[in-house]
């Protein structure tokens, strides 16, 4: 069973920055793309970044891309991301999970409780 747990949300001002952590199992980090998924409330998850297997290439969602930087530490199982000029449409809270390109992966079911970002104006 995929277990994965999030930290470092928030609350921040407008403009200012967060950075968000991701634990994993060393068999879950080390076989799939990993990414980031946000739900604000009344709102679906939608995809924020993905990273592969290698961390050299990543993706993201155009709302944050340019702000926002997803990164993998394999040797420490976890997964970052890099919020930076944060705006209140980035209110939401935050989850990991294994990736298929922009989608969560296929069979995955097991998520975090998340973590809330919470961006005042």
């Known amino acids: 069973q995929v277990q994965l747990r999030e930290s470092g949300g928030g609350s921040v001002q407008a403009g200012g920055s967060l950075r968000l952590s991701c634990t994993a199992s060393?068999?879950?980090?080390?076989?799939?793309?990993m990414g980031w998924f946000r739900q604000a409330p009344g709102r679906d998850r939608e995809f924020v970044a993905a990273v592969d297997l290698s961390g050299r290439n990543t993706a993201y969602d155009d709302s944050v891309k340019g702000r926002f930087t997803i990164s993998r530490d394999s040797p420490r199982n976890t997964l970052y991301l890099q919020m930076n000029s944060l705006k209140p449409e980035d209110t939401a809270v935050y989850y990991c999970?294994?990736?298929?390109?922009?989608?969560?992966?296929?069979?995955?079911?097991?998520w975090g409780q998340g973590t809330q970002v919470t961006v005042s104006s």
């Open positions: 060393a068999r879950t980090f080390g076989s799939f793309a």
């Open positions: 999970a294994p990736t298929y390109g922009r989608a969560v992966r296929s069979g995955f079911s097991s």
